[in-house]
């Protein structure tokens, strides 16, 4: 059995952990031991039986087959090349995944085979994948296909009627499926359905390791289980090097396969250890993919490489970074014993704090080099991509006119709508018949050659329904940034200077946040603000005074005082104000909100809002917690603190299409110097100011959160 002075196997008695390899944190069965030092002691002198057949006859009993059934060799890395070479030549193809144990496609190359590679499927084999390239090859029938399963290194492992999916499809199609199955121990016997395969005599193979669970990895020994004639075929590959598993490995891999009860133990304490492990990284914050094996797909925070080198260099612990695997910003880490999971985490948390690749600050697209991995998204076909650019100034250009408003209510004759956007009719229809191309808008007629004076009308599409909900969005990025958008070379090489050459038309972008708060984010609005009871708003970053004529508005003993730096914005929010006939209730500051809280505070403040400009607070100050804390100081009687902002997305997976706003958001900041924090590095700055988030909901845009947060 596994005892726990096996707890410093992967940790060498220089004290480096070696959390890089998947090797056993447990010694081999006693008896192995035994086995492999009688056989040193003794039989030094003499070559290894080159058939194995003692070690044959004990893996095949153990597995329930015949000894014909078997081959062994010097590790399971040995028996791929073997099978490659055995099965492939310069007129074949092999099927694998991408990301996974690269000695499949090498192995295959040193063969003069063609490789075809399909991407991996949300972190696991892809099944329809596999079945249908095996079906309908576009390369040529393959002659192999590799299955890494469980898979390395992501750690899923398949379902049984997965295994019998690529099975049944690999025999239709006369292919030869290969399981590798390494790390099937941990996994468990549910899932040895490939084994029950071979048993049954159907056309596969199995490839099992002695180096993983029975913790013989420094002995080498792999086996290949499969039909006789299959076997018969490597075995006779394997002959020009007879003597590849040597004697002692031979003696040890047959005495461990007497130790039936010790893989479970092995797994038992596996899978405590990695439970142990990941709800470690849950409190962490740390993301990974959930495991089958004694390994963990980790994905922390900043550049993998770089976690990995200070791991090594500051901490004596080794882990696999896996740009070489096709996973770059993934960490593959051995589990070992809940001791040494314990040393990793404690050491991973140290860098996330002290170094650069935990400064969550920014994330956005304009974040440093290695500190966010950006995946190649969907085809926008330059058609579409041009004409979309020419349709959002469309789209901007009849928000302005208020055509969108006006044809809410149903259909309109055409004639009415010059009048009522005092647009120049020739101009309007020019437009609005290229909303119509891109079907936001049918203009319809019963024009003829011979009667050219009749009647349009004018109505929206279901499509151009849903698009005027979101026209705040191109009022906002269209009329809000054109200037920044047309000068991002100039910038880029800093031929200008934003807020010196090139600036945003803070009015639009005012207006334009106004219009997505009313389209998209009132309702929610309402719904968290319904359970806070105050007298006195301070809204920062007030725009246009939309919300603060809402919560306002709607109390008459409510008072209210909006601070912000556009002097466009605080422009409109006066008039507002003031035709609202709330002048004597709430106050318009235009000034920069940090400028302000540094002068004076506000007691009798209740609740304070901030809506999409947080980020620009945390710029300023580059303390988000110490931003946070000075709000708390500036109103120390506020009660309630009510956050909307965006925040970056994970662009590291593709998304099936690109979001409205987010990609514009984050790209025009990067050229403003402002960085897009996480939602972690939010919520980490509430809470070291003592706010409790009391609710949390999506706001309407994309990566935009509304966070109610209590004073404790």
């Not at 740009?323 to 990793?344: C, I, K, S, Y």
């Not at 319904?530 to 008072?559: K, P, Y």
Request: aromatic share 6%.
């Amino acid at each position: 059995m596994p005892t726990e002075t096996g707890s410093s196997r992967v940790a060498r008695q220089d004290g480096v952990l070696r959390l890089h390899c998947n090797e056993s944190a447990y010694p081999p069965p006693p008896a192995a031991l035994g086995a492999a030092t009688e056989e040193l002691d003794n039989a030094c002198t003499s070559y290894p039986d080159s058939d194995c057949a003692e070690l044959r006859e004990r893996v095949a009993e153990y597995h329930g087959l015949k000894s014909d059934m078997v081959v062994v060799g010097n590790g399971a890395d040995e028996l791929v090349l073997l099978t490659s070479m055995t099965f492939l030549g310069s007129d074949d193809a092999v099927l694998v995944t991408d990301s996974t144990f690269p000695g499949y496609v090498s192995s295959a190359r040193a063969a003069g085979a063609r490789v075809h590679s399909l991407p991996l499927d949300d972190y696991r084999v892809p099944v329809d994948a596999v079945v249908q390239a095996m079906a309908a090859p576009e390369a040529g029938a393959p002659t192999l296909v590799f299955v890494c399963n469980p898979h390395n290194p992501a750690g899923t492992v398949l379902e049984p009627s997965d295994v019998e999916r690529i099975l049944t499809a690999a025999e239709a199609a006369g292919v030869i499926p290969v399981f590798d199955e390494a790390y099937m121990e941990f996994a468990g016997p549910d899932h040895e359905y490939a084994i029950s395969a071979v048993r049954a005599g159907r056309r596969l193979l199995v490839l099992r390791t002695f180096s993983k669970a029975w913790g013989l990895a420094s002995l080498r020994l792999g086996c290949a289980l499969g039909p006789a004639d299959l076997v018969e075929r490597i075995r006779r590959t394997r002959e020009p090097l007879p003597f590849s598993v040597n004697r002692i490995v031979q003696q040890a891999g047959a005495a461990a396969l007497e130790s039936r009860d010790y893989v479970d133990e092995v797994r038992r304490k596996t899978v405590a250890a990695r439970e142990h492990f990941c709800a470690r990284l849950t409190e962490m914050g740390v993301a990974f993919q959930p495991s089958a094996t004694n390994f963990v797909l980790v994905k922390p925070p900043g550049n993998s490489a770089e976690i990995a080198a200070r791991l090594k260099q500051d901490h004596d612990i080794l882990v696999r970074d896996l740009n070489m695997f096709g996973l770059p910003a993934h960490l593959r880490v051995t589990v070992g014993t809940t001791e040494q999971m314990d040393r990793f985490c404690a050491a991973l948390a140290t860098i996330l704090e002290d170094s650069e690749v935990h400064n969550e600050l920014n994330t956005g697209l304009g974040a440093p080099k290695g500190r966010i991995q950006v995946a190649t998204g969907p085809v926008i076909e330059p058609a579409a991509l041009f004409n979309g650019y020419v349709g959002a100034n469309v789209v901007f250009a009849l928000t302005e006119l208020n055509v969108w408003q006006h044809l809410q209510d149903g259909a309109r004759p055409f004639d009415a709508l010059p009048p009522l956007t005092g647009a120049e009719p020739s101009k309007l229809l020019a437009l609005l018949r290229a909303a119509a191309l891109l079907g936001y808008v049918e203009v319809s007629s019963a024009v003829t050659p011979s009667d050219p004076g009749t009647a349009s009308t004018v109505a929206l599409t279901d499509a151009g329904r849903v698009l005027a909900r979101h026209r705040g969005f191109f009022t906002w990025g269209v009329g809000g940034y054109s200037d920044v958008l047309l000068h991002l070379s100039d910038l880029a090489t800093g031929r200008a200077t934003f807020g010196t050459d090139v600036d945003r038309d803070g009015g639009k972008v005012a207006v334009g946040s106004g219009l997505v708060g009313e389209e998209l984010m009132l309702r929610t609005e309402h719904a968290v603000v319904a359970d806070v009871d105050f007298g006195t708003v301070a809204d920062l970053g007030c725009g246009d005074a939309s919300r603060l004529i809402r919560l306002c508005g709607s109390n008459e003993a409510r008072t209210g005082l909006g601070i912000d730096t556009s002097r466009g914005a605080c422009e409109k929010a006066v008039k507002r104000v003031a035709d609202a006939g709330l002048g004597h209730r709430v106050e318009v500051v235009c000034a920069d909100v940090l400028d302000v809280l540094d002068e004076r505070t506000f007691p009798g403040v209740e609740l304070v809002t901030s809506f999409l400009m947080m980020h620009d607070l945390f710029e300023s100050s580059g303390d988000p917690a110490g931003t946070m804390r000075m709000l708390r100081k500036v109103f120390p009687d506020a009660k309630w603190f009510l956050v909307g902002d965006t925040v970056s997305q994970d662009w590291g997976t593709s998304p099936s299409t690109l979001p409205i706003f987010s990609v514009e958001f984050e790209l025009v900041h990067a050229f403003m110097d402002t960085p897009i924090a996480s939602r972690r590095a939010y919520e980490d700055a509430f809470a070291a100011a003592g706010l409790r988030v009391q609710r949390r909901e999506p706001f309407g845009a994309p990566s935009t959160w509304l966070w109610l947060l209590a004073a404790e």
